[in-house]
């Protein structure tokens, strides 16, 4: 069975022109396989147990996930996981969905 695949699409906003450079080339959008990530619940960020003073950023219906941890929205999630010592879980949608969208804020702010 062939993996499904689904895109990624650059929208007008994130690119921005170089001095010349022809852009016209450029692909716009990615084919990546497999299925498109589930949407998440929500995030939860909890102590990492490999790590001492090491935090991890959960999809919140990770099993990881349960048994405490500060629950927060998705700007909450892309914040926690800018603080040294943080990473995103890689059970879950959390490094999936959250490590590309940090990804397209650098160099911006």
Not at 69 to 78: C, T, Y
């Amino acid at each position: 069975m062939e993996p499904a695949e689904y895109s990624v699409w650059v929208t007008d906003q994130q690119l921005r022109p170089i001095e010349g450079v022809d852009l016209s080339v450029v692909p716009t959008h990615r084919r990546l396989e497999g299925p498109p990530p589930t949407k998440p619940s929500g995030w939860v960020v909890r102590p990492d147990p490999q790590r001492r003073g090491g935090m991890l950023v959960h999809d919140a219906a990770c099993r990881h996930a349960t048994g405490g941890g500060r629950e927060l929205g998705s700007l909450g999630a892309l914040d926690a996981l800018m603080r040294p010592g943080t990473s995103a879980c890689h059970d879950c949608a959390a490094a999936e969905i959250l490590l590309p969208a940090m990804e397209l804020g650098q160099g911006y702010g």
